[in-house]
């Protein structure tokens, strides 16, 4: 035992958090990728664009829990709620259009599944933002009816819209 040199270590990590819980629920359907951007002289799909203002959103909040929830027809769980901002970036990064099945859009899936992941927290303020460019067209649950849950159980919904409107 003495050869092994055990020690007895103290060790602390402060983490600052600022006690709001943000989970993003972001859009990788099929029409994601129509290229309705440019950005100096090129065209960007808006898949990549929204994942860029994304990431620079994720890096501008240091101090929240952020989460993300990818959904096209079907709703999942891309990264759980975590100050872990590098472990969230990596993930987003990997995320590519038809990693899941892209041929709908279940907003209200998309929307019931991050609100869902803040149900139970006892954070100071409960977030969802919804990344979206379509109109729900799959998944069981109305949008409408995912927002009210919201409502109840005092989440903050804000969406935004990825896109141009009209033919792209």
Known sequence: MALAQPRFVKSETQVKASGVDIVVAFDMSGSMMSEDFEVRGQRVNRFDMARNVLEDFIRKRPNDRIG?????????????LTLDHDFLLANLDRLQIGNIEANSTAIGSGLSTAVNRLRDLKAKSKIVILMTDG???????????????AQALDVKCYTIGVGMQGNA
């Open 135 to 149: 109109v729900n067209n799959a998944g069981k649950i109305n949008p409408l009816t995912a927002a009210e849950a």
């Open 68 to 80: 993300l929830v990818v959904f096209a027809s079907q709703a999942y769980i891309a990264t759980p």
